[in-house]
């Protein structure tokens, strides 16, 4: 599904990603760890296209597309959902409104017809459900005086309601609880656990990963894939820390 | 004839008022408010882009207990003015609510002169200015509190967003007060529409387009908050966001 070939950028001309390549099929969920400083925000940045960051080199393919040739909102459309490590405030823009411009824009995209005021909220209470939002939540401005485990949460609704093809989910797991922690890792089991579409988990600890089990795990060091393995990959991780692992590879 | 070198008309286009007809420009349209009754008035200016200028100027005395509300947008070409003299009696109320919105080189500005000449009055003015091209947008707010006039609240917040290089936006708060037992608040903030918020907007599938409506529609939603009845209130929106699609930008 995403295929990335030796993909180079940089911020502000120092470079990050040096040559990163990485492959996720179908079906499966496959988690970057890393040190801090890696590059993981990076990768996760490159992917959804933010402003300010230079692709120097190298390709990535979405589903058969060049991801790199389409604006952000395009690929957002192509079927990509990106989880926000820290989810942004628009005041005065309410979490309904914003979804249903998020969801009918997707659509239009791709010859789907807009979803009306009522249809739209019937899917937007079944997928707060599911993460055990309160609907009232979702009719406040987005973002704007949620703690942070509620905006966590609040990304996963998200998710659910634009129903990507893939998800980049960036330290989705930071500022969470243990309880919230659960419930936002079965919310992406039961999202994006299917066979035709695949999760790129970057997170810094084994505990999301206890809930979300992964199919593979990479390590991230110094803008590129160091080691790749199996879910007992990150047990080590854990276990030993990065440095005698990434020794050992 | 006024001149630029007048306080009043300091950020006004000097070729309108050199060419301005005095008759036409001296002219105030006069409201008396009854004690303890409300008016309410609800404007969308708009001169057209060929014509040279307008202004209205309205001049208000409210009686005790009075309320007067008077919401505006100005759209208008080359030079457009909303001039508003308001006289509070006590107890009475001032609530004003101006969106100035356009591109092109026009110049467009809210002009308030606030008179509590007895105690315990209160006024609230809420002006946002959203600029493209060359255009300017202005507020002058003269709040005047006569001696005795105690426990009066005044209070006065002005916001832009200059939506490219080249836009303008000006702003003089002017306080005179004579009373000592009295409150007032005065804000003013220039700035960009936020780069975050519209990456998040994109990256949810929302094109830029859309993404700046709703920013700017969360931004003047401000000036319309104490507009009572709903329907009144979407036309208001409705109509100043019209504005935005003459924006290319």
């Known amino acids: 599904m995403l295929k990335i070939e030796n993909l180079s950028a940089e911020i502000d001309g120092k470079q990050i990603l040096k040559g990163l390549s990485l492959e996720v099929a179908a079906g499966e969920i496959h988690a970057i760890m890393g040190p801090n400083g890696a590059g993981k925000s990076t990768l996760s940045n490159v992917l959804g296209g933010k402003p300010g960051y230079e692709v120097t ?13 389409l604006e952000p909102h395009e690929r957002a459309a192509a079927g990509l959902f990106l989880g926000f490590q820290y989810p942004v405030e628009i005041p005065g823009v309410s979490n309904v409104q914003f979804l ?7 659509r239009k995209v791709r010859g789907e017809e807009a979803l009306s005021g009522g249809e739209f909220l019937k ?8 993460l055990k939002m309160d609907m009232e939540m979702l009719k406040r401005q987005v973002n704007v005086g949620f703690s ?20 980049v989910l960036d330290e989705t797991d930071s500022g969470l609880d243990i309880d919230a922690l659960r419930i936002v890792g079965e919310g992406i089991n039961s999202i994006m656990r299917s066979a035709d579409k695949g999760v790129l988990l970057i ?9 979300v089990k992964p199919d593979k795990v990479s390590v991230l060091a110094d803008g590129r894939i160091v080691q790749t393995g199996g879910p007992e990959l990150a047990m080590r991780l854990e276990n030993e820390g990065y440095d ?5 590879a | 004839m006024p001149t ?8 006004a286009d000097a070729d309108f008022l050199a060419n301005a007809n005095l008759d036409a420009l001296s002219h105030w349209r006069t409201l008396e408010v009854p004690a303890g009754e409300t008016r309410s008035e609800f404007m969308y200016k708009d001169s057209g882009l060929e014509s040279a200028g307008a202004t209205d100027r309205l001049r208000v005395h409210v009686r005790k207990g009075g309320r007067f509300e008077g919401f505006y947008i100005i759209a208008g070409g080359r030079y457009q003015r909303v001039e508003v003299e308001v006289t509070l009696e006590e107890g009475a109320h001032f609530e004003f609510g101006g969106v100035t919105i356009g591109g092109g080189d026009k110049v467009q500005e809210f002009v308030t002169r606030t008179i509590h000449a007895e ?5 609230n003015q809420v002006v946002r200015a959203v600029q493209w091209g060359r255009s300017t947008g202005n507020f002058l707010g003269r709040i005047e509190v006569v001696k005795d006039a105690q426990k009066t609240d005044a209070g006065q917040n002005f916001r832009a967003i200059l939506l490219e290089k080249g836009a303008s936006a000006n702003t003089k708060p002017e306080l005179e007060i004579f009373a000592d037992d009295v409150l007032c608040a005065h804000g003013a903030a220039i700035g960009q529409l936020d780069e975050a918020a519209a990456y998040y907007m994109a990256a949810r599938g929302i094109p830029p387009q859309i993404a700046r409506k709703l920013q700017v529609q969360a931004f003047i939603g401000d000036a319309f908050v104490a507009i009572e009845d709903e329907a009144t209130r979407d036309r208001m929106m409705e109509q100043a966001l019209e504005q935005l699609n003459e924006a290319v930008l």
């Open chain 1, 244 to 248: 005698l692992v990434m020794a050992d």
């Open chain 2, 4 to 11: 630029t070198k007048d306080e009043a008309w300091r950020y």
């Open chain 1, 57 to 69: 080199g190298g390709s990535v393919q979405f589903m058969g597309q060049d991801l790199l040739d």
């Open chain 2, 119 to 123: 105690p315990n009055a209160t006024s």
């Open chain 1, 100 to 106: 249903r411009e998020a969801l009918n824009a997707q």
């Open chain 1, 148 to 167: 942070g485990g509620e905006k966590k949460r609040a990304e996963m609704v998200q998710m659910g309601i634009l129903d990507p093809k893939f998800a």
């Open chain 1, 123 to 130: 899917l937007a209470k079944e997928q707060a459900g599911l």
């Open chain 1, 203 to 211: 997170t810094h600890y084994q505990r999301l990963l206890d809930v």
